[in-house]
């Protein structure tokens, strides 16, 4: 069983950039797919991005394409969300989750099928 907790956050200027980080603990890391997701205030959780376990995928929504970045190592047992050119509707919750399974075998977009999460860490993008 693993436990994750995320840091990073805060507030940053439109065009800024931020780098979150996601610690793991007491599991095999490298045996997780490993994901990040937002919230907002009122909205539902969505998917940012996803990394396999190997790190070799990468997966982003559209909207973060091309500014995000995730990636991960192993023998840290870290995952980070590098974020660049942000945006006021980037702010929210980022929550990164981890689930102990091949990217092939879930849909890793949906929060649902993930079983471990950390406390979230806050982004807020000042216009």
């Known amino acids: 069983q693993v436990q994750l907790v995320e840091s990073g956050g805060g507030l940053v200027q439109e065009g800024g950039s931020l780098r979150l980080s996601c610690a793991a603990s007491?599991?095999?890391?490298?045996?997780?797919?490993m994901a990040w997701f937002r919230q907002a205030p009122g909205k539902e959780r969505e998917f940012v991005s996803a990394?396999?376990?190997?790190?070799?995928?990468?997966f982003y929504t559209d909207s973060v394409s091309g500014r995000f970045s995730i990636s991960r190592d192993n023998a840290k047992n870290l995952a980070y969300l590098q974020m660049n050119t942000l945006k006021p509707e980037d702010t929210a919750v980022y929550y990164c989750?981890?689930?102990?399974?091949?990217?092939?075998?879930?849909?890793?977009?949906?929060?649902?099928?993930?079983?471990?999460w950390g406390q979230g860490t806050q982004v807020t993008v000042s216009s």
């Open positions: 989750a981890g689930k102990q399974s091949s990217y092939k075998t879930f849909n890793y977009a949906n929060a649902g099928p993930y079983n471990y």
């Open positions: 007491g599991g095999t890391f490298s045996s997780y797919t």
């Open positions: 990394i396999s376990r190997s790190g070799g995928n990468t």
